[in-house]
């Protein structure tokens, strides 16, 4: 069949729940991710970032959480605005020294009024 | 600071045409990224320059793609000959430390 583009996950939530976007990653030698987020016309805006000698970092409304048992990221942003709506990617470093980013397909976040 | 500086942000041409695209980095980020976004591929990474240097240009699709980095505080994207496919949205990003930052992009429309 016609391919219609990427087919991104979407994640709809009312103002004031709390959110959280989920990414998993391959590469087991990542050593630094990135979560950006991207509103409609707008290049891709760094929110948060995250070592692996961590397993949680904490910003403004928003937390990152690591879990390198399953390669598995996830960003939960406390009390959801409308502005918060946009498109959410993750990306890793693949570490030997490499500032190259792989970013996955993002989710696309909805916030109801 | 002003950010990564993208210009234009849209350009209409015709196929056939060269269209150049420019990027001015933030300053002292010594590395400067060139990314493709499509709705069928996402996010696709062009090539990179490390202290003007290039260091990964794999994701340049063909030949009709160049990229250059003269000094520390501008580049450019060149495409010649292009095509309808070379549509999309172009974004520049610079990078401290791993975190990048990136530019408003550039829309390119051929038709």
């Known amino acids: 069949g016609e391919s219609v583009g990427l087919h991104l996950p979407t994640l709809s939530v009312q103002e004031g729940d709390n959110s959280i976007i989920n990414c998993a990653y391959s590469?087991?030698?990542?050593?630094?991710f990135i979560w950006y987020k991207q509103e409609s016309g707008k290049g891709p805006q760094f929110i948060i970032d995250?070592?692996?000698?961590?397993d949680k970092r904490q910003g403004q409304r928003v937390t990152v959480l690591l879990n390198k048992t399953v390669k598995h990221l996830s960003l939960q942003i406390a009390a959801t605005q409308p502005g918060d709506s946009a498109v959410y990617f993750c990306a890793e470093n693949s570490g030997s020294g490499s500032e190259k980013l792989v970013f996955g397909k993002g989710t696309k976040l909805t916030v109801n009024p | 600071d002003a950010g990564v500086i993208q210009s234009p942000r849209h350009e209409v041409t015709e196929m056939g045409q060269e269209v150049t695209l420019r990027c001015k980095p933030i300053s002292g980020h010594n590395s400067l990224f060139w990314y493709r976004q499509t709705m069928m591929r996402g996010l696709e990474l062009l090539i990179y320059?490390?202290?003007?240097?290039?260091?990964?240009d794999s994701g340049m699709p063909e030949d009709r793609f160049s990229a250059k980095m003269p000094n520390a505080s501008f580049s450019t994207l060149k495409i010649q000959p292009s095509e309808p496919r070379d549509s999309a949205v172009y974004f520049c990003?610079?990078?401290?430390?791993?975190?990048?930052?990136f530019g408003s992009g550039t829309r390119l429309t051929v038709v």
């Open positions: 320059f490390n202290n003007n240097v290039p260091i990964d």
């Open positions: 590469n087991s030698a990542s050593d630094y």
């Open positions: 995250i070592r692996s000698n961590m």
């Open positions: 990003a610079s990078t401290s430390y791993w975190a990048s930052y």
